[in-house]
T-cell receptor, first 118, second 112 residues
């Protein structure tokens, strides 16, 4: 398996522009996570999908951020308009969660997208 | 709210030394705990997963222990090598299908 795939790997944009980050989870996984990592705040969960449905979006900073998962193999995180304080590394992760037995298995992370907003 | 703390934030050791990384969590009612490794500019790689019913897990030169009652986990690395240089993060899950709460990590440098 190719693992979790993210694109682009690096993104440099100007303040006010729209940014779209993409993620392809591991085939067979039913849960997808978007995280943001900064030196100051560490790794923060932004949103969590299970079976393509957003379960917990309490970590999404504000209305400028939105995430979608139209199918089991693709998700996007969009920032519109972007601001310099959004500069961070954004990670996507996937895992299998069995809601019947309430069991979560290991999360696998993608390589991340380094976003710089000038 | 569960909080995870890792001490020290950075650690530098000579090659060959055995070392221990610490992780503490505020709520002892966890479901499992996971240790990750992060190389510079890369994503996280899962090292070990310990279920709440387990006391330890081993993988090669790595051994992770869990003491739920005291809210602590340790990652023991035997005979450290320069290739072990990375940031090590621990994360806890409070229920079977809750999300992970991460510590800020310990940055390890093993010098030859």
């Amino acid at each position: 398996d190719a693992g979790v795939i993210q694109s682009p790997r690096h993104e440099v944009t100007e303040m006010g522009q729209e940014v779209t980050l993409r993620c392809k989870p591991i085939s067979g996984h039913n849960s997808l996570f978007w995280y943001r990592q900064t030196m100051m705040r560490g790794l923060e969960l932004l949103i969590y999908f299970n079976n393509n449905v957003p379960i917990d979006d309490s970590g999404m900073p504000e209305d400028r951020f939105s995430a979608k998962m139209p199918n089991a193999s693709f998700s996007t995180l969009k920032i519109q308009p972007s601001e310099p304080r959004d500069s961070a590394v954004y990670f996507c992760a996937s895992s299998f969660v069995d809601r019947l037995t309430r069991t979560s298995y290991e999360q696998y992370f993608g390589p991340g997208t380094r976003l710089t907003v000038t | 709210k569960q909080e995870v703390t890792q001490i020290p934030a950075a650690l530098s050791v000579p090659e060959g030394e055995n070392l221990v990384l610490n992780c503490s969590f505020t709520d002892s009612a966890i479901y499992n705990l996971q240790w990750f490794r992060q190389d510079p500019g890369k994503g996280l790689t899962s090292l070990l997963l310990i279920q709440s019913s387990q006391r330890e897990q081993t993988s090669g030169r790595l051994n992770a222990s869990l003491d739920k009652s005291s809210g602590r986990s340790t990652l023991y690395i035997a005979a450290s090598q320069p290739g072990d240089s990375a940031t090590y993060l621990c994360a806890v899950r409070v229920s079977g299908y809750s999300t992970l709460t991460f510590g800020k990590g310990t940055m390890l440098l093993v010098s030859p």
